[in-house]
């Protein structure tokens, strides 16, 4: 059987992340910040090292700035969207912000939750804060119903409904993991492998 065209970089990557049996719970994790530990950082801040860091942009405009297209944006600003278009990565569904955009999320592809257990809970801060606003890597503009229904969950209890975009998913949760030497699970390494 002759291999698929993304197994090559699938299996390339595969080989650079850690595969455990399962990822343990660790203790304290907290998103929110008011109050609370907020260990991931303010949600969508602009006070970070990464790409778009202290462009002006919070994280969340940055992303759907990089990611839609057909762009208009609001008088005067350099941020706010007007209007713009957008193919939903893990549905194909196309949305407009001027019509949808209260049902357009940011889905953080490895799931903050997720990585917290996986390994960032003994990360600095600053590493953490740098994960949570990873606009290459880690975020993607999604339906908010789909970012939804996938929650906290990896690869192997989640992948996206369309089926034609599983692959793709299953390739970038990889690249993030082996970017931020997070942990995959046996099950989730069967699940990316099936779906590409």
């Known amino acids: 059987m002759t291999p698929r065209p993304a197994m090559p970089v699938l299996e390339r990557l595969l080989r650079e992340v850690e595969v455990v049996d399962e990822i343990d719970w660790q203790p304290g994790y907290d998103r929110a910040c008011d109050p609370g530990a907020c260990v991931f950082g303010p949600a969508w801040t602009d006070d970070h090292d990464g790409v778009g860091g202290h462009n002006g942009c919070d994280t969340r405009q940055d992303v759907l700035l990089r990611q839609m ?58 590493r953490r804060v740098a994960f949570a606003n990873d606009v290459r890597r880690e975020l993607l503009a999604v339906s908010a119903a789909v970012n939804d229904a996938k929650g906290a969950a990896g690869p192997a209890e989640w992948l996206p409904p369309r089926r034609a975009s599983r692959c793709a998913y299953g390739r970038r949760y990889v690249a993030v993991a082996a970017q931020w030497d997070l942990p995959l699970t046996d099950e989730d390494v069967a699940a990316v492998r099936r779906a590409c």
Do not use: K
């Open 69 to 126: 297209r057909d762009i208009e944006l609001r008088w005067g600003s350099e941020c706010r969207i007007y209007e713009a278009r957008l193919t939903d990565p893990y549905t194909g569904e196309e949305l407009t912000w001027r019509d949808d955009g209260y049902w357009i999320a940011v889905d953080h592809v490895y799931p903050l939750a997720r990585a917290w257990h996986g390994g960032a809970w003994a990360w600095s801060q600053r």
